[in-house]
């Protein structure tokens, strides 16, 4: 990764090295970081765009080119961010109890013919 990061010094994150790290980055450090969590849909999505701008401020320091372990500071970055952040967790759909929902009453039936179904 030094040599990578010394190439992006040089040329910029617009060349092939940079476009390199960037790839690395969002699939073998975010994704993986967000597939840990075991998010799904937008929660997903959100905990990628934080872990993203967290891997993307870790790779733009000067000092992470002679760190002793590179990926594995970008890679603690990331699952800080992802995991410690409280996302939204899909819930499992739940039966509605026989008898309907308590409080609730029903329409009589004159009044049902004007609700329209989707």
Known sequence: MRAALSDVDRLGWDSAPGDAVLRYARTEVVRVAV?????????????????????????????LRHEPSPWGLVAAAVRREVSGTSWP???????????????????????????VRS
């Open 35 to 63: 597939s840990g969590a075991r998010l799904r849909g937008p929660a997903a999505d959100d905990a990628a765009s934080t872990g993203w701008a967290a891997a993307w401020k870790i790779l733009n320091k000067p000092g």
């Open 89 to 115: 967790r899909p819930t499992a759909p739940t039966a509605t109890p026989p008898g309907g929902l308590p409080g609730c009453t029903a329409l009589p039936p004159t009044r049902r013919r004007g609700l």
